[in-house]
């Protein structure tokens, strides 16, 4: 007699945690659930309690965890990461039409290759983004289903086969542009086994391994080429902790439409909001905006170049978080934001509010105005004076438009990652640490402090802590 617990905890791993159409691989056609439903049913309904007891490995392990494995082992697919063919790729209507013909013979090629590598890893169905979504007219439901779901599934599948099109070994891997597409950063971390083919289809690396993942010398040259620890390749952990760390790996990478530099990232912060293009970079600003209510890490403002449109406190994509926006010397531990600076910042009528350490300049020069790395902005040296003679700041240049190019009268420098005192209006420079920045400006025609964009994050050190209040300010 079937397990209703089991067959409860199947129906809702099919509905919750693998991709809503598949496909067969027996018979090469897109399925919805319920046939996959079907097919499987009779094998759920053969587990026993004694093949329960057999799944469990550790006293006190919970038992709906233990169903969900034998589940998991019952319901096995693979899913594809790759890059799409210049031609185009096999779509949903191609597959549901009955037609013998499926796009053009490069992608038809990469499809037939992909189905049968997953069935030598065991696994009856398949996913593809290109034929497995309907692109044709994609609803924004289904895309607000699909996009938060997408780590999951990737994380569920039984091995994520990647196909790279220009590459043949672990010599010439890494130049591979699929290391350059926003949305293969999560097709990269998500999946527990991953297996790298190259142009010819033929493995990478070590033919013999089932997941290279477990294979040390290619992970090692993953982390090289990505910038991502090795701990987080080999098991990553999806939330809002390491914003800016995760904000630096995306940095590295391109999108072909704008909303999807934000889109991309919504799993691999475990956050949802909705899927909407057309509206540019606000995509972008939105993402920041949830993340600034949930994580508590003040370096969510270490972030350098041109300001979005709608927020000056935010970046227009993740290329603002790039490494080339830090200077190598300021690398402080992960846990030096979580106990510092504001947590109480907040987004109020579109402005960050925000309380900082302020240092004033009492003056300043300017370098002579240079192109900048984006049409239509300039950069120039700044040269400060009127630091305290304690005090050192990094070398940076103020980034303006050329349409309306600014010399404030007056600056200052406002400490974010200040530490806490005793006293909770005041904050401390620490001595010999150095703290990040937003540098601010004013002239006479102004009552409050204007952020400046800077082509690098500002950052300050000291040789004397200074301790003083903090300042209330709306950026």
């Known amino acids: 007699m079937a397990i209703e617990e089991v067959c409860r905890i199947f129906q809702e791993y099919l509905q919750e945690s693998i991709p809503h159409r598949l496909i067969a691989i027996s018979k090469m056609e897109v399925v919805e659930q319920q046939w996959v439903k079907e097919l499987y049913m009779p094998s759920i309904k053969a587990v026993t309690e004694r093949d329960i007891e057999q799944h469990t490995f550790y006293p006190n392990q919970r038992r709906d965890e233990v169903i969900r494995n034998i589940v998991k082992g019952i319901v ?172 630096m790996w995306a940095s590295r990478r391109t999108s072909r439409q704008v909303e999807d530099g934000a889109y991309s990232l919504l799993a691999l912060f475990d956050v949802h909001m909705h899927v909407e293009y057309g509206i540019g970079d606000e995509a972008f600003c939105r993402l920041m905006e949830v993340l600034l209510q949930r994580s508590q890490e003040c370096d969510i403002l270490a972030w350098a170049g041109v300001a979005s449109t709608k927020y000056a406190f935010l970046p227009p994509s993740a290329q603002g978080y790039s490494a080339q926006c830090l200077d190598p010397s300021y690398n402080p531990s992960h846990d030096h934001y979580r106990l510092r600076g504001d947590q109480d910042m907040i987004v109020i009528d579109g402005r960050l509010r925000v309380k900082l350490l302020m240092v004033e300049l009492h003056g300043a020069t300017f370098g002579d105005e240079i192109p900048f790395l984006q049409d239509g902005y300039h950069a120039c040296a700044l040269f400060p004076k009127g630091l305290p003679s304690n005090v050192t700041m990094n070398h940076v240049s103020i980034v303006s438009s050329n349409k309306t190019p600014w010399r404030p009268s007056k600056l200052a420098l406002g400490v974010v990652d200040y530490g806490w005192t005793n006293d909770d209006e005041k904050g401390l420079v620490e001595k010999g640490r150095t703290h990040f920045c937003l540098l601010f400006g004013v002239d006479d025609t102004q009552t409050s402090w204007q952020k400046l964009m800077t082509d690098k994050v500002v950052t300050i050190k000291t040789e004397d802590s200074i301790a003083q209040l903090l300042e209330t300010i709306l950026i």
């Open 76 to 247: 096995k697919y693979a899913v594809l990461s790759h890059r799409w063919c210049r031609e185009g790729e096999v779509t949903l209507q191609e597959m549901t039409s009955g037609g013998t013909k499926l796009g053009k013979p490069s992608s038809r090629h990469k499809l037939a290759n992909f189905c049968q590598r997953a069935a030598e890893y065991g696994c009856g169905f398949a996913w593809a983004d290109t034929c497995c979504i309907d692109r044709s007219n994609p609803s924004p439901e289904e895309l607000d289903k699909a996009m938060p779901r997408m780590f999951r599934w990737y994380r569920n599948a039984h091995v994520c086969i990647v196909h790279l099109a220009e590459s043949f070994t672990l010599d010439d891997f890494l130049r591979d542009s699929w290391f350059l597409q926003i949305w293969t950063l999560q097709e990269l971390l998500a999946p527990v086994r991953v297996k790298f083919y190259g142009r010819t289809w033929s493995p990478i690396h070590n033919t013999r391994a089932d997941n290279d993942k477990a294979d040390q010398r290619l992970l090692a040259a993953l982390s090289t080429g990505t910038g991502i620890p090795v701990q987080d390749i080999r098991c990553y952990w999806a939330g809002t902790e390491r914003v800016r760390e995760k904000l």
